[in-house]
């Protein structure tokens, strides 16, 4: 199915936030999306619907509604429980060529990474991945979508031009949740969905809780973060040993992650996690933006890299041009020294 053959672009409007739970609870992201998409829709002059799969959407609707929704549309289907792929991109393509929404932002998580492509192949419209800032230009009311490209060496301003809804993905911490302090009325509408599971080709079959890392690495006070410049898995034992003496955990880079010196679950930037820690200690860490988007607002960065032109530097506090390998050793020892004395 495509954006119906007969609809025009100026069809559609609002702007929708596809709600996702973990732990029970409303992930966090959704709520930094309501804010962005209240102030989207302030722009556009229209509303926010935060769409809910599943049974929850008079629970969540005061939560939802502080945080930006105007009106909760809430989707159940008595045979779905958990998160199901099809399921979503099934009632999801439905529910847009009936209502028509113009945006829809999504959580970059992988559950969203999951569906989000899928859907907008069936809406045939464009999507636009882990988004690092959206705005509404002025002269045309598009969605500005921006996202960094070509390795990171310019910030691409993406746009929907022909095609409607305008979707975008956005990873947890790029925005910051919103409040509204006005109280106002949360239009809560709830629809059944009649979906045989037992029928798609892919069902999930079993859903393994991933272990502490995770919440860990985001949460973190402190975090030594190590780059492709430790140069070895058992080097990463160093940042370990490290974190433990200073009381933070181990983070890393894409290039750290895919070379398998760290869990994958830990890895900072546009594809990974947006951290904000108390203190960020980049450990040969080059400093390329798909990294530092995800960390530049650390309150104090650290940077260890023996290239003084690291562009690491730039956006450090404190800039140490110093092997790693020879610097976090003498690092460890001074604190044990000063602990001791
Ligand atoms: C679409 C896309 C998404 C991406 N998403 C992410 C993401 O989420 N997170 C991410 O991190 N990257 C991401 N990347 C990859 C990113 O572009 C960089 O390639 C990556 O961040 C580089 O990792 P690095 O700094 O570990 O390695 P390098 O760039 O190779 O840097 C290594 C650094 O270590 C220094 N060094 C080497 N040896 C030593 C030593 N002994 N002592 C001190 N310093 C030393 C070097 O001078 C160098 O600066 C993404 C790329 C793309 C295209």
Known sequence: MNMQPNAKLEDYSGVWV????????????????LGKAWDLAKKRNTSVTAVILGKHADQES??????????ILGVHCPDVQDYEQEFYTR???????????????????????????????????GLTADCTGLDIEETTGNLLQECPTYGGNIMAIIQTVSSRPQMATVARGVFKPKIRTKASKVKVEKITYCFDA?????????????????????DAEILVAGGRGMESSENFGLLEELAREIGGKVAGTRSACDLGWIEKNCQVGQTGHVVKPRLYIACGISGAIQHTIGMQDSEHIIAINKDPEARIFSIADTCIVADVLEFI??????IKRFRNS
């Not at 996702?20 to 999306?33: K, T």
């Not at 559950?111 to 045939?124: E, F, M, T, V």
């Not at 037992?198 to 985001?218: F, H, K, L, M, P």
């Not at 050793?329 to 001074?334: E, H, L, S, T």
């Open 198 to 218: 037992t029928r798609e080709r892919a069902s999930t079959v079993d859903i393994i809780e991933q272990d502490g890392e995770t919440r860990d690495v985001r």
């Open 18 to 33: 596809v709600v996702e739970r973990s732990e029970s609870e409303i992930d966090p992201v959704v709520l930094e999306l």
């Open 62 to 71: 005061k939560k939802l509604g502080i945080h930006g929704a105007d009106n």
């Open 91 to 125: 009632v999801l393509t439905e529910l847009v060529h009936e209502r028509k929404p113009e945006i829809i932002l999504i959580g970059a998580t992988p559950q969203g990474r999951d569906y989000a492509p899928r859907l907008s192949k069936r809406l045939n419209t």
């Open 329 to 334: 050793p003498a690092f460890i020892n001074a």
